[in-house]
């Protein structure tokens, strides 16, 4: 059974730091790995979505990379800004939907 | 530019009350899905729909059906509610497993409360 597990469970870091959550997988079997950001009361926003193909998606101040082989993903965040605190979740499609880990919380500080 | 739209946004209900959650989609998504997310669980699988007229069930379906109305709507119901149902429930939507490799959408969620 696919299980995706984040690490870590809540991060607080200040402003301007660069940061990496840490996403791993038990079954490389995968069609793709998915990047959401949750803000609190809300819904899901895709941010990246890497192929089983791909190794690395850009976006922005955004970095995700994905390692196959070792059933591991990370997200880079760079110079990061208190608009960015929310919690990030990662999810892999395999089988029928997405199977999600528990994700990271994410606190930046002014 | 909707998206994905659920209602209602905010529910109590009673231990044994019955409800529909709805949800309904503008994109022409093929596949719909119902997910229950719970503190410490993370979110998880109720059902999907892989298109219109076929429903399956997920990880977590019992106390649950669902109803696939057309390509558009896709509804959760709960027939005698209970505590354990008391959760945070989202829909999404997208174009299927591994088709298209484009990301699911998902609506801003339907809290309920059961008492």
């Known amino acids: 059974k696919q299980e995706v597990t984040q690490i870590p469970a809540a991060l607080s870091v200040p402003e301007g730091e660069n940061l990496v959550l840490n996403c791993s997988f038990t079954d490389s079997a995968i069609y793709n790995l998915q990047w959401f950001r949750q803000d609190p009361g809300k819904g899901l926003t895709s941010l990246l979505l890497?192929?089983?193909?791909?190794r690395e998606q850009t976006s922005g101040r955004l970095n995700a990379s994905l390692d196959k082989s070792s059933g591991r993903s990370t997200l880079y965040i760079a110079a990061s800004q208190p608009g960015d605190s929310a919690t990030y979740l990662c999810?892999?499609?395999?089988?029928?939907?997405?199977?999600f880990g528990k994700g990271t919380t994410l606190s930046v500080s002014s | 530019n909707a998206g994905v739209t659920q209602t209602p946004k905010f529910q109590v209900l009673k231990t044994g009350q019955s409800m529909t959650l709805q949800c309904a989609q503008d994109m022409n998504h093929n596949s719909m899905y119902w997910y229950r997310q719970d503190p410490g669980m993370g979110l998880r699988l109720i059902y999907y729909s892989a298109s219109e007229g076929t429903t399956d069930k997920g990880e977590v379906p019992n106390g649950y059906n669902v109803s696939r109305l057309n390509k558009r709507e896709f509804s959760l119901r709960l027939e005698s509610a209970a505590p354990s149902q008391t959760s945070v429930y989202f829909c999404?939507?997208?174009w299927g497993t591994g088709i298209n490799n484009q990301p699911q959408h998902f609506g801003d969620g339907t809290r309920l409360s059961i008492l």
């Open positions: 999810a892999v499609e395999a089988g029928t939907a997405l199977i």
């Open positions: 890497i192929q089983s193909s791909q």
């Open positions: 999404a939507s997208g």
